[in-house]
């Protein structure tokens, strides 16, 4: 099994940054050969994609966070980062990793404890 635990969340004021990241561990093939992704959930909300990261490094971001984050990672550790810049009020959610899922699809590994990102003055 894998298990994943995100880091990085905290209170910032709006206009913030914040750099969040994931380690994932367990039996893991090849980490290198996923799709990584971040998702995010706020209150009352479903979870939705956020950025995705796939096996080349070609990166596709949400309308909601493009041109304000940078996902990465490094293969060598089974970490992926995202960096969010220029926070909003509304970028406040729980923040998950996973590799990408699609619509049609389960997630194989189980969902971390996610980390929270909030956005106040």
């Known amino acids: 099994q894998v298990q994943l635990v995100e880091s990085g969340g905290d209170l910032v004021q709006p206009g913030g940054s914040l750099r969040l990241s994931c380690a994932a561990s367990?039996?893991?093939?090849?980490?290198?050969?996923?799709?990584m992704a971040w998702y995010r959930q706020a209150p009352g909300k479903q979870r939705e994609l956020v950025a995705y990261?796939?096996?080349?490094?070609?990166?596709v971001y949400a309308d909601s966070v493009k041109g304000r984050s940078a996902i990465s990672r490094d293969n060598t550790k089974n970490m992926v980062f995202l960096q969010l810049n220029s926070l909003k009020p509304e970028d406040t959610a729980v923040y998950y990793c996973?590799?990408?899922?699609?619509?049609?699809?389960?997630?194989?590994?189980?969902w971390g404890q996610g980390t929270q990102v909030t956005v106040s003055s």
């Open positions: 367990g039996f893991i093939f090849s980490f290198r050969a996923y799709t």
């Open positions: 990261m796939n096996s080349n490094g070609d990166t």
């Open positions: 996973n590799h990408y899922i699609s619509e049609t699809s389960a997630p194989l590994w189980n």
